[in-house]
């Protein structure tokens, strides 16, 4: 999920802790997959691979599910996965970006169209919400590996465009093309990731009131559990008070 950032960790956090980590590691393992499917599955020789195994790492994946998410896509009779982003608006005209990864496409549209229809939002076509978001990097860290300062010094010797620090942590965006390299010198510097990905970020944010902020959250979380919805994203705004109350 990418919106508010505070409701970003909060609802990785939340919950049955060990349903959301098994779920997590079912997207990461997805996409590894598919990245050596498409490529090479040498991750020297593959930088989506590459970027795939970093977040994994970065998400305290075993080593032992990385190996078998590359292995698994050389099987001649393994599932092929198919990358689909949906874009659609949910309550106060947020615009919402649904990245999948399905087997199956029309299961996966019509899960998600139900999915938008039952928590008041609309599934637009291709192209009617990506031109409000930038397609970039992001390396993110935790708060107590470097001030403000430095990690924002490092951030920009490194070659990102943009820095942004608050109690969570720091995250840094680059270009989509330099994630690798980026996040490579931050490493050496800092140390491991807490996160790494390529995300869709909003050029500008729509703020709610905590009645379409709440239903708009719930719309997003809804989204976020289905099957094969790998990343959603948000150009929204809403009270810190709304989200602690939601996050109870």
């Not at 637009?124 to 993110?140: I, P, W």
């Not at 800092?190 to 719309?219: H, M, V, Y």
Request: net charge negative; charged share 30%.
């Amino acid at each position: 999920m990418a919106g508010h950032s505070k409701f970003k960790n909060i609802m990785y956090r939340k919950g049955a802790q060990d349903k959301k980590r098994a779920k997590l590691f079912s997207r990461l393992s997805r996409e590894i997959t598919t990245a050596a499917q498409m490529g090479a599955p040498d991750p020297d020789m593959n930088p989506r691979l590459r970027t795939a195994i970093k977040a994994a790492r970065a998400q305290s994946m075993p080593n032992a599910n990385i190996e078998r998410a590359i292995k698994k896509s050389q099987d001649d009779d393994g599932a092929k996965y198919e990358e689909i982003r949906y874009e659609g608006f949910g309550p106060g005209g947020v615009g919402i970006i649904v990245e999948a990864l399905t087997d199956n496409r029309n299961r996966t549209a019509s899960a998600v169209r139900a999915t938008f229809s039952k928590n008041g939002g609309n599934l637009g076509e291709t192209g009617s919400v990506s031109f409000m978001f930038d397609r970039v990097g992001s390396v993110e860290f935790k708060a107590e590996v470097a001030s403000e300062e430095e990690i924002f010094e490092a951030a920009i010797e490194a070659g990102a465009e943009d820095c942004v620090s608050d109690a969570d942590g720091h995250t840094i965006y680059c270009d989509a093309e330099a994630l690798h390299e980026v996040s490579s010198a931050l490493e050496e510097k800092f140390g491991e990731p807490k996160n790494i990905q390529l995300i869709w970020r909003p050029q500008n944010t729509i703020e709610l009131d905590d009645e379409a902020g709440e239903k708009l959250l719930r719309l997003l979380e809804a989204l976020e559990d289905a099957d094969d919805v790998q990343n959603v994203y948000a150009n929204f705004e809403v009270s810190d008070a709304l989200i602690e109350r939601m996050s109870r």
